[in-house]
């Protein structure tokens, strides 16, 4: 069998009104990007349906009847980190890319996280940044800005330094980062990127700030009482790191 070169996993709830269009664009883009005629750069896409209500499930499987390498996974509502954890479960991919259903960062952007030795990603752990030299903001609201400031500046007090934008909804993940990382993931809710990069830095892989062009948009499911959520679940992560929690992971070279 055929080695998945590319696994993308959408995460999506209650997404009908852009899940098509955000499917059918990185399609688009893929199947120019890594062509068929390349058969070792092949790809698929995984679309995780957290316990949606609406019509995110069927317009999915529409869209995976007319091309097998589009997939639905179906989960009862579990949060992101527990549908994006299932996902990369899932991927067969060499390398394995988490995307946001709402396309923030153009797909196209996807190329500058393969920029290393013959086109092979530089990091095992690639995260797009909105605060990495390069990177560029749109139509982003001031205080939108501020807030997730704020949250990186607790990250760092709490659990994590050293990376300055932890939760932009778009990742790169190698295939033993995913597979050493993902099943040790214990948080469901919007915090689960930072535990999953004090793993990934105390595992010893490569972690690296890739930067994008990001668009804001309306629609974001973030409320006040998830962001204190989402803080006090950072706060869980820097006390289970000092307590020597994430310290059982190690690389498959013994590093």
């Known amino acids: 069998?055929?080695?998945?070169?590319?696994?993308?996993?959408?995460?999506?709830?209650?997404?009908?009104?852009?899940?098509?269009?955000?499917?059918?664009?990185?399609?688009?883009?893929?199947?120019?990007?890594?062509?068929d005629s390349n058969s070792s750069r092949n790809w698929e896409i995984l679309v995780i349906n957290d316990g949606s209500s609406d019509s995110t499930a069927s317009i999915v499987v529409k869209l995976s009847e007319s091309d097998g390498r589009i997939k639905l996974i179906d989960l009862p509502h579990g949060g992101k980190g527990s549908a994006v954890r299932r996902g990369m479960d899932e991927a067969r991919g060499e390398w394995r890319f988490l995307c946001d259903a709402d396309l923030s960062m153009p797909i196209d952007n996807l190329a500058r996280f393969f920029v290393g030795v013959d086109g092979h990603p530089e990091y095992d752990v690639a995260i797009a940044s909105r605060e990495a030299s390069g990177s560029r903001r749109f139509n982003e609201p001031k205080s939108r800005h501020v807030k997730g400031r704020l949250f990186n500046y607790?990250?760092?007090?709490?659990?994590?330094?050293?990376?300055?934008?932890?939760q932009c909804g778009f990742k790169l993940f190698s295939a033993e980062s995913a597979?050493?990382?993902?099943?040790?993931?214990?948080?469901?809710?919007?915090?689960?990127d930072v535990e999953l990069l004090v793993m990934a830095k105390k595992a010893g892989f490569g972690v690296g700030e890739v930067p994008i062009d990001w668009y804001y948009g309306e629609g974001s499911k973030m409320t006040l009482a998830k962001g204190i959520v989402a803080v006090l679940?950072?706060?869980?992560?820097?006390?289970?790191?000092?307590?020597?929690?994430?310290?059982?992971?190690?690389?498959?070279?013994?590093?």
């Open 1 to 35: 069998m055929t080695q998945t070169y590319l696994s993308v996993v959408i995460p999506a709830f209650n997404e009908e009104v852009r899940i098509a269009s955000t499917v059918k664009s990185i399609v688009d883009y893929l199947s120019g990007w890594l062509p």
């Open 154 to 166: 607790a990250v760092k007090i709490l659990a994590l330094r050293g990376i300055e934008d932890t």
């Open 179 to 192: 597979t050493k990382l993902f099943p040790h993931q214990s948080l469901d809710g919007w915090a689960f």
């Open 233 to 255: 679940d950072v706060a869980k992560v820097g006390f289970n790191n000092l307590r020597g929690k994430y310290g059982i992971l190690l690389r498959n070279d013994g590093s």
